[in-house]
């Protein structure tokens, strides 16, 4: 591989050979060492629920927290929260970021982002520098009920301008989703998650810029090799790669990770 | 090819009449007379699944062909297996694979070959596939259920196998061509079913079935473990999830695995990255890269010179 230096904005323990946190780790970064991938955001557990309880987001978090901990020279986490469950999730945030080594958080599709049950959640997080990871997608067949769209997350990120929002897979329906969340220089573009269908990058550096851009990969359930290709494979400036493998996310985490005292 | 329309061969009124109705009927008398581009090359990759033109619903880099072929050649690929995205909604495929033969020969530099497309549901889509085997000389035809409307299920499927066996055409199935979920909504095309191709292929011999674009390998896995003589083989363009390959190998047997990236719908590095990402010994490598496809296209062409020495 050529020498990029490259950090994965979103991975996962599922989907991955391994019995414990800790193995599945283990084999993530053995195929991350293959495509020379040197850091990785991990969040969720071994297993998805689409609408965690309390008790679940516990156990998912723990367990990232074990995956993190055996390897921290290569792995970030987030915190997975549920909006739902205010209270437990801010209890979540408190123990796993303020007081523990993850530096972000991580929302899925348990309720709409739009909703103002985000509000407290995303207010903590920008109080504690961690950017907030939402899923979004878009699917002409419908989504899941409580799945956001990127239009949901305009919605959010016009209430909290100072919070760091990265639109999770851009609503993988890249054209309409880099549409949605242009207006909103506070939201970026996570590029994983979709097809490596061409011409995605060079509309979202075209439209956003190279600097509101994000590689990761979505592994387990996808190769690191389809999403790094999206990448390696457009037609940008080289300036504009080195800026969406790693540059854009080291600049994103810096402020947490200096307040951890973290150095990369 | 066994006469299924009753006609034999390039007669003058079967050449009359595709003169009139297909574009580029110079260059389809000299494909007449040449030879099937068919030969395996030396070195590098063999891509089965290209597409030439435009994809129907967003402009793609590297759309243009010239410009395909210079991107394949810088990812080290010696041929191209390709087919035309016009053959997913355009009727008059007649034209579309004049036009793909002619892009090939023209533009192709030695690497494209073409794969016409069939669509077992329009009229006379028999003599599409004469001239894909006679005229053009195709080592086989690209089929594209999802956009023409029919399940493989579909008496006229099973003909077209059959008449396409008969013809020693490797036949290219394409499951899907893009994620469902996000096709435009005035053009979606649910992926194909593939489990009516269990029985198929064993009333069907010679069946040489490629499945291009399986997105969930593991479903058509058991297709490979089928007796008789027909062969299926896999190419890794949606193959997904980590160190895809390797564990696909746990499923599949080796010498049914080929190289294709779906270029240029789908990123070509994707593909190629997919190689490293899984831990493949040289011979597994070799087999994906080029050995397989180029075994496969041989017995093509061995069935051809066969036939032409026998004529």
């Not at chain 1, 207006?183 to 998650?193: K, R």
């Not at chain 2, 402009?59 to 087919?83: N, S």
């Not at chain 2, 794969?115 to 894909?132: A, H, K, T, V, Y």
């Amino acid at each position: 591989m050529a020498a990029w230096e490259i950090w994965d904005d979103h991975s996962h323990i599922y989907g991955v050979p391994g019995r414990t946190p800790t193995e599945r780790m283990a084999a993530l970064v053995k195929y991350a060492d293959r495509l020379g991938i040197q850091r990785l955001c991990v969040f969720m557990g071994m297993d998805f629920v689409y609408d965690p309880s309390p008790e679940r987001l516990r156990l998912e978090n723990d367990q990232v927290l074990e995956a993190v901990r055996a390897w921290p020279q290569r792995a970030f986490g987030y915190v997975y929260l549920n909006p739902k469950h205010p209270a437990a999730s801010l209890g979540e945030l408190d123990r796993c970021v303020r007081d523990g080594p993850m530096v972000g958080v991580k929302l899925w599709v348990a309720e709409h982002c739009n909703s103002a049950d985000l509000d407290p959640i995303i207010q903590r997080a920008a109080e504690l520098k961690a950017p907030v990871l939402q899923h979004t997608y878009l699917k002409i067949g419908g989504n899941l009920p409580g799945e956001s769209t990127p239009m949901d997350m305009a919605a959010l990120a016009a209430r909290h301008p100072k919070a760091t929002l990265i639109c999770g897979h851009s609503g993988a329906d890249w054209e309409r989703g880099f549409r949605a969340i242009r207006p909103y220089p506070n939201v970026y573009a996570d590029l994983c998650g979709s097809d490596p269908t061409a011409g995605m990058v060079e509309m979202a550096v075209a439209e956003l810029g190279a600097e509101r851009v994000l590689y990761g990969s979505d592994a387990g359930g996808r190769s690191f090799a389809s999403q790094l290709a999206k990448v390696l494979g457009a037609n940008i400036p080289d300036a504009a790669k080195k800026l969406i493998l790693a540059g854009n996310l080291k600049r994103l985490l810096r402020p947490i990770l200096q307040e951890k005292g973290i150095r990369v | 090819m066994s006469d299924p329309t009753g006609r034999s061969g390039l007669d003058r009124r079967t050449f009359l009449k595709a003169a009139a109705a297909v574009a580029g009927a110079e260059a389809m008398a000299r494909h007449a007379t040449a030879e099937p581009p068919v030969a395996a090359p030396s070195g590098g990759l063999i891509d089965v699944n290209v597409s030439l033109s435009r994809w129907p619903c967003r402009r793609l880099p590297y759309d243009e062909t010239r410009e395909l072929v210079a991107h394949l050649r810088r990812g080290r690929v010696a041929q191209a297996w390709a087919g035309s995205f016009d053959g997913l909604l355009h009727k008059n495929l007649a034209a579309v694979n004049a036009r793909l033969a002619e892009d090939c020969h023209r533009q192709g530099q030695g690497m494209l070959i073409p794969f016409g497309s069939i669509n077992p549901m329009l009229p006379d889509w028999e003599e599409d596939l004469r001239r894909c085997a006679q005229e053009h000389h195709m080592p086989g035809i690209r089929l594209h259920p999802s956009y023409h409307g029919y399940k493989l299920d579909d008496p006229a499927f099973a003909r077209l196998l059959r008449l396409a066996a008969q013809e020693r055409l490797i036949i290219q199935l394409a499951l899907c061509m893009e994620d469902e979920r996000m096709m435009n909504p005035l053009m979606r095309a649910p992926a194909v079913d593939p489990s009516p191709l269990v029985p198929l292929m064993k009333q069907t011999p010679g069946l040489r079935l490629v499945l291009l674009n399986t997105r969930a390998p593991l479903t058509v896995a058991p297709l490979m473990a089928l007796g008789g003589p027909g062969e299926v083989y896999l190419e890794i363009a949606m193959l997904d999830g980590v160190a895809g390959i390797e564990r696909l190998l746990q499923h599949v047997p080796l010498s049914r695995l080929c190289f294709g990236s779906h270029s240029p719908f789908y990123i070509f590095e994707s593909a190629v990255l997919k190689l490293k990402e899984s831990v493949l010994s040289d011979e597994q490598l070799h087999a994906i890269r080029q050995a397989n496809a180029a075994r496969l296209l041989a017995s093509k062409s061995e069935s051809h010179n066969r036939r032409t020495a026998a004529g």
